[in-house]
């Protein structure tokens, strides 16, 4: 399909979505809650792939309802009932990470599967230390690979220290999670920080999070529910709307009631580094997390190399950031982010395989690629018809979008991105839609 001309100025403010990270935790925590009573949770994320983690707590009894402006989880505890069929993850490695824990802990076996791109992505990381625990779990390539079958244990073993070797919020939060069956601790560290949503979501549900002398870290205590919780604006969808901003002529994007724990804002950051005419401000705290708003206007851009602790601070929004970079000065780099490989596609491959559809000439390493900007005046330059391939991944056909828009040329995507985007953003193109202005 060709990318459609909407305007080259954008303006105006959005509210968008909850976060998609947050939703799967607020999600999964109410349905382990004890006490039978109810959570109305607001602003939960519409993405595919929460509805996915949802599907697969409601096959395990749990039951959620759409409800007034919300929706309404009855808390199950900590033993599900047993599912009549596959448990199907569809694109969502949170979820296969997160139920792998928790599938492992119950008193009845199950299978575990996902759709072709999270059958080719690691399980390994979170299979093996489970296994440690004493799970039950068998897959292809040993467990590295779904569908996975668990043999329920009902119990872990705990009393053991996991120190990850990549920064992983997925593998840290299951590994927190398994905490729930373990009469021991069960304690994690990673090498550098991720996103820790899941620290400062557990005390909203009365579990403590504690940290021991050597930095490990595990929880105490089961999960009760707060009865409400509202999901603050998912701050990786914002992150596209604030590229038009950036990105459009005379353009300005305010994006309000966002997350903006600064686990999150390594995109805001690296605007910010390149001269990006980007402002933030937290004006509360809700449900433990950081919100406020964030505004985004036209800019000149200079490239620069980013690598380090930044990268799974800005990890998910690698890609929305390289395409900026082609309306920079100078070269762009972006090093030690090897795991930008095993995402919903190999995204370090899917990068520079579109650079070079534009015409840029790409170095490819492999933690990471470096280019030269095209300078401000990249959108003339690209002024001819570019074939450009989401490889099934929403964040890069979301990436294409937003080029599509900005440059003078005309952009063909090969597949059908409105059902890719959906994956995390399905109300995108409205969001999109309600921020171009008619010249
Ligand atoms: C996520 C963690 C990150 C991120 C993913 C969501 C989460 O993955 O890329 O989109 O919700 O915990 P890793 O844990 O693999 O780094």
Redesign the pocket.
């Known amino acids: 399909m060709e990318v459609p001309k909407l305007s080259k100025t954008f303006r105006g403010k959005v509210k968008v979505r909850g976060d ?3 939703s ?2 607020v999600i999964v925590l109410s349905g382990l809650s004890e006490g039978n009573t109810k959570i109305k949770i607001y602003n939960l994320s519409s993405a595919d792939d929460v509805k996915r983690t949802a599907n697969i707590l409601s096959e395990l009894g749990v039951e959620i309802k759409e409800a007034k402006g919300c929706v309404e989880v009855r808390c199950k505890g900590l033993y599900l009932n047993s599912p009549q069929s596959v448990l199907y993850a569809g694109n969502s ?2 979820t296969a ?2 139920f792998s824990a928790i599938l492992s802990a119950q008193k009845f076996p199950s299978v575990l599967d996902g759709d072709e791109s999270l059958r080719k992505r690691p399980m390994g ?1 979170v299979v093996k230390p489970l296994r440690e625990l004493g799970a039950k779990i068998w897959g292809k390539n040993n467990g590295d690979h779904l569908p996975l079958i668990f043999d329920g244990i009902g119990k872990f073993g705990g009393g053991k220290n996991f120190l990850l070797s ?8 299951a590994l927190l999670f398994a905490n729930f069956w373990s009469d021991e601790p069960i304690k994690v560290k990673e090498p550098s920080p ?2 820790d ?2 620290e400062r979501i557990l005390p909203i549900f009365s579990v403590n999070v504690k940290k021991d002398e050597d930095g490990f870290i595990f929880c105490e205590g089961k999960p009760i529910s707060p009865g409400v919780f509202n999901v603050p604006g998912d701050i ?1 969808s914002a992150s596209f709307l604030l590229a038009l901003g950036v990105l459009g002529e005379n353009s300005e994007v305010e994006v309000y009631d966002v997350l903006l724990n600064p686990t999150r804002t390594g995109f805001i950051q690296a605007l910010k580094s390149m001269g990006g005419d980007v402002e933030f401000c937290v004006e509360r705290e809700e449900g433990g997390e950081q919100v406020g708003k964030v505004v985004a206007k036209s800019s000149f851009l200079k490239a620069k190399e980013f690598k380090g602790e930044i990268i ?1 601070l800005m ?2 929004e690698v890609p929305i950031l390289s395409f900026v970079a082609v309306f920079s000065d100078g070269v762009f780099c972006v090093r030690d982010a090897k ?1 930008l490989r ?3 596609t190999d995204r370090i491959h899917a990068i520079c395989h579109n650079l070079r559809a534009l015409g840029i000439d790409v170095e490819e390493y492999e933690d990471g690629f470096s280019f030269e900007g095209l300078g401000r005046d990249a959108a003339k330059k690209l002024k001819n018809e570019y074939y450009l391939k989401s490889f099934g991944d929403h964040r890069i056909a979301m990436s294409i979008f937003v080029l599509g828009c900005i440059i003078d040329g005309k952009i063909f995507v090969d597949d059908d991105i409105k059902s890719v985007v959906s994956v ?1 953003y399905p109300e995108f193109f409205s969001d999109v839609k309600s921020l171009s202005v008619k010249v």
């Open positions: 998609k990270s947050i799967h935790r490695g949170t990470r997160i990381r990549v920064p992983s919020a997925q593998v840290k939060t991720s996103r949503h899941t990786s799974p990890i998910d795991e095993v995402k919903e995390s």
